[in-house]
């Protein structure tokens, strides 16, 4: 988990910005056998801001899969 601050004027709203985000993400890699690997990826990120407009969550979901030849 990892955490960001962020202050900063916006111009287009006239006023100062701070966010806070945090981060997760989760791997897990399974050998399917000899050649073949697969990979599950999971991400979360979460930015309080105070402007509204940059407020947000966003979950990301990935599955991988690799062979060696």
């Known amino acids: ?29 399974q050998r399917i056998n000899s050649i073949f690997s697969a990979e599950l990826q999971a991400n979360y ?4 801001s105070t402007l509204s407009v940059y407020d947000y969550d ?3 979901v990935s599955l991988n899969l690799s062979g060696r030849f």
């Open 1 to 29: 988990m990892q955490k960001r601050d962020y202050d900063d004027y916006n111009t287009l709203f006239q006023s100062y910005r701070n966010d806070t985000t945090w981060y997760g993400s989760f791997n897990f890699i």
């Open 58 to 60: 966003k979950y990301t």
């Open 45 to 48: 990120t979460h930015a309080n």
